[in-house]
T-cell receptor, first 111, second 114 residues
Framework: DAKTTQPTSMDCAEGRAANLPCNHS???????VYWYRQIHSQGPQYIIH???NNETNEMASLIITEDRKSSTLILPHATLRDTAVYYC????????????FGQGTRLTINP | DTEVTQTPKHLVMGMTNKKSLKCEQH?????MYWYKQKAKKPPELMFV???????INESVPSRFSPECPNSSLLNLHLHALQPEDSALYLC?????????????FGNGTRLTVT
């Protein structure tokens, strides 16, 4: 599975859009981009995923570049509860998934 | 609240004890996972079960013994652990045959080995 590179930490003001970048330059054609987050003392929570097209759900938007070598997770109106570690993961479907977490980005939302 | 339930939430055990961690889901998922997470580190995959059969073992020491007695339950049996095995143990589940099925995680069991 392709590896990902994310900034170690980011800050964002409450109410603003949080844009979290992820580089996955070695991604293969059949690999999906997944985003999970982990709030302190909880298990990881699925946010969104995509293959080629941009995706949006009630939590976030995912923008994938045309060459698929990078992506950006957008939280449109960040709240204090969005403070968490955000993981960008690239994985191909193998039946049961082998989801390998990288170091992630620690996002802090400031009041 | 999550749809994957892990018990107990906290566990303290000595190095000579035998204990078990339990995980339960009722979403009809046929893939189940154990992850280990040390403090300030990302989760590390330990085991994957698909249709109640072990499909991935990430070279985990034999003092960790997984068991999947049915499609809803996943156990992790612990024996002769070391203090460095202290960590948060996370269980997850997913569908198997849907290509884009995300993992659903429980909130983990925080294990302390004394």
């Amino acid at each position: 599975d392709a590896k990902t590179t994310q900034p170690t930490s980011m800050d964002c003001a409450e109410g603003r859009a949080a844009n979290l970048p992820c580089n996955h330059s070695t991604i293969s054609g059949n690999e999906y981009v997944y985003w999970y987050r982990q709030i302190h003392s909880q298990g990881p929570q699925y946010i969104i995923h995509g293959l080629k097209n941009n995706e949006t759900n009630e939590m976030a938007s995912l923008i994938i570049t045309e060459d698929r070598k990078s992506s950006t997770l957008i939280l449109p109106h960040a709240t204090l509860r969005d403070t968490a570690v955000y993981y960008c993961i690239v994985s191909r479907f193998q039946g049961a998934q082998k989801l390998v977490f990288g170091q992630g980005t620690r996002l802090t939302i400031n009041p | 609240d999550t749809e994957v339930t892990q018990t107990p939430k906290h566990l303290v055990m000595g190095m000579t004890n035998k204990k078990s961690l339990k995980c339960e889901q009722h979403m009809g998922h046929r893939a189940m996972y154990w992850y280990k997470q040390k403090a300030k580190k990302p989760p590390e995959l330990m085991f994957v079960y698909s249709y109640e059969k072990l499909s991935i073992n990430e070279s985990v020491p034999s003092r960790f013994s997984p068991e999947c007695p049915n499609s809803s339950l996943l156990n992790l049996h612990l024996h002769a652990l070391q203090p460095e095995d202290s960590a948060l143990y996370l269980c997850a589940s997913s569908q198997v045959h849907r290509e884009n099925s995300p993992l659903h995680f429980g909130n983990g069991t925080r294990l302390t080995v004394t």
